[in-house]
């Protein structure tokens, strides 16, 4: 997903000259206004009205409703129709700038060369197109999506270009004198012959436009970080993926500083007037004359222009100081918004996939992709609420995945910030179930489980199908967390009939959830038990013939390996032990399922003291086949409840426990056709976890120097363990982990 959401099936000539200005500037508004219609949940007449259009952004618009059908139910049907009007959107784009940088009635920017509206709007299509082709089953489509990432990344640095060249004209010529003066031709002389030459390699970008000033306005700036400049000398054409290095410019704000101006009443935030001040001398990029006058560093243009985005005095944001116009702000939010989610997501891939994306040949910067995000976020237009969607998915989904994160500082979870978005965006889009299902995350997060799940009922059902069905989930999981199994058997039940996604897994949790009530029920209940039985039974019989069904990048889907493993060993014990299938299950498979969804994060003291119970049976007199018991079970036993003391705040116990029952024994002993091959890995990376824990248990980990050094320690053995099931889930945390600890000085 990213910048045009617009487009539209093009029925007439569409592209059979070229729009003057006025008529571009009214298909950008007219299709803007159209794909506002998904923030209301209301995508059909989205879709509807886009398809009348005949522009370039019409097209991509109908696109864009697609990809969100595709993206949220996952059904290969209509991924194959969202590639193909998401392909149709890019020519269409390319086509038209190609046009309109020949054509003298077209919009002129003083910022970008002619036409890149439309460069913009291929880079949209190419990444939402590399999504779609990643989610398909086909390794080859997933291959080809890695260069469309590519061609995405050139075509938005190309962007960037144009921004640091204008950006050095200005420089030149009026920084240093008053800020309401302005030198036009020192800018025009800087900006056309740069520009042809920074973006010949670029085909979407190959004409430069005459670059005008506008009148300057006397603007109040935002203060954003620097971005530090490239180390490695390496040309972004190189094939080079590894983790990215974190920056070390200046710090990232921890707090929301657009001027969002949201009261306090309804739950909201209020940023007074003193965390909106502008601390020049601390923020300002090197050698602007708003610091040290003495100062003589490099401009870092980037981080000038992303200071540009501020909002104005009815709420609406600008970039006024250079330029009002609505197309420059088009392309300014939607550049932002496709150049902030590429980073962000190349930042955060598995180390079992690096390798595969090494075809993309950059790196990926999270600080600078969030960054960029939001700065998108201030644009009251679809760019600033999809960064705000994806903003708010990434801290309250996969922040809150991961374990080895600061409390506070950079890296930490801004919640303020969090806040004062979701009251805008809430404002905004009052009707959308969008929003609705973040704020439930929210509380989530805050290990509000009960609120979060009374919430999700009270906000109604959407009309939005994959939508709604994203709100059942999250309702499930949330109800697994608390404990709740009949409940979170029918929540499951309930995803089964909105997307034809992973049922076998769904079908998988509602048997482990029949499991506990069984166990809980065998001695003091056995009707009551056997009903359990049956009904547990019943869901596993289900299982192995929902999986296989969907794959991704040509492989079956990693939950789709690990229940059919897991029902294959609980047969083949059946047998051997001459019992009832369910008294052959393990260690409780509901707990497991707990720990890789990382809902122990999400658990209070009661809820994880239930985990404790649960795992607690498997050693019981309750239980007669514990005896029988091999390592594996028995590891999988000792790694859930280091965990669950771990998250207790009980590390000292937890790690005694993972070294003595996991990691002391050699890898090989997990290996065979139906064993468990996680345990391993995990074990190190959750003693990573518990070190970074003991480092950051006062806020402050720099000043706990070893246990940093153990964190890393720990972090490089499961990273670079070989492949194993549910690898990628674990890989994202590692991931993540070596990135907070390089903040903190760790070379790793």
Partial sequence: ????????????????????????????????????????????????????????????????????????????????????????????????????????????????????????????????????????????????????????????????????????????????????????????????????????????????????????????????????????????????????????????????????????????????????????????????????????????????????????????????????????????????????????????????????????????????????????????????????????????????????????GEGAYPERRCKALMAEMRRRYPKSHLWLLEEARMLSREKQLEASVKYLEDIGESPFKQLEALSWFERSLDLMYMHEYVKTSDAFQTCITLNNWSHGLYHYICGASYVELYRRAKLSDPKAAQAYADKANEYFKQVIPNIGKKKFMGRQLPFDTFVNRKLSRWEARAKEWDCEFIDAIGVSPIEEMIYFWNGYKRMRPEHLQHSLENLAWSESAANPHWAKEDLNERAILSTLRAVTLRTLGRTAEAKEMLQKEVVAHDATAFAGALKDDWMPPVARYEMAACAWQEADVDGSPQAHPDELNECKTWLEAAGSWGGYVLDARIGMKITTGKGTLRKFGIAI
């Fill in 1 to 408: 997903m990213v910048l045009g959401w617009l487009g539209g099936k093009a029925k007439a000539p569409a592209h059979a000259r070229s729009l003057n200005a006025i008529d571009e500037l009214a298909q950008i508004q007219d299709a803007m206004s159209a794909v506002t219609h998904i923030m209301a949940d209301d995508i059909d007449s989205a879709e509807e009205h886009l398809r009348k259009g005949h522009s370039p952004f019409h097209q991509l618009g109908v696109g864009v409703c697609m990809f969100m059908r595709a993206t949220l139910g996952f059904e290969q049907d209509v991924m194959r129709e969202a590639n193909d009007m998401l392909y149709a959107a890019e020519n269409g784009a390319y086509e038209s700038q190609r046009r309109v940088a020949k054509d003298a009635n077209a919009f002129r920017s003083n910022i970008y060369p002619q036409g890149t509206e439309y460069a913009v709007c291929q880079a949209e299509a190419q990444l939402m197109s590399a999504v779609v082709g990643v989610l398909n089953e086909s390794l080859t489509e997933a291959l080809k999506s890695f260069y469309k990432l590519r061609k995405a990344y050139i075509t938005l640095e190309s962007i960037m270009e144009a921004e640091r060249t204008f950006l050095r004209g200005k420089s030149t010529s009026s920084l240093n004198s008053s800020r309401t003066s302005s030198k036009p031709a020192s800018i025009r002389s800087t900006g056309g012959g740069a520009l042809k030459k920074t973006l010949s390699k670029t085909p979407s970008l190959r004409k430069s436009a005459n670059s005008s000033a506008a009148s300057l306005k006397q603007p109040e700036i935002q203060p954003v970080p620097a971005v530090a400049t490239k180390k490695n000398g390496k040309s972004d054409d190189e094939p080079d993926f590894v983790d990215a290095e974190q920056e070390r410019g200046a710090q990232t704000p921890l707090e929301y500083t657009g001027h969002l101006n949201i009261p306090v009443e309804g739950g909201s935030v209020t940023l007074d007037n003193k965390q909106k001040e502008v601390d020049v001398n601390a923020s300002s990029a090197p050698g602007l004359p708003a610091g040290n006058p003495q100062d003589t560093s490099v401009p870092d243009p980037i981080a000038d222009f992303e200071r540009l985005v501020l909002r104005d005095d009815n709420g609406q944001a600008s970039v006024s100081e250079f330029t009002d116009h609505p197309i420059d702000e088009f392309i300014i939010s939607g550049a932002s918004f496709c150049f902030g989610i590429l980073l962000v997501i190349v930042s955060m891939v598995p180390p079992a996939f690096a390798s595969v994306l090494k075809v993309i040949g950059f790196k990926g910067d999270k600080d600078r992709g969030l960054r960029m995000l939001w700065q998108a976020t201030k644009f009251n237009n679809i760019h600033g609420a999809m960064a705000g969607v994806v903003l708010m998915g990434y801290f309250n989904g996969f922040v809150g995945f991961c374990d080895i994160i600061p409390q506070t």
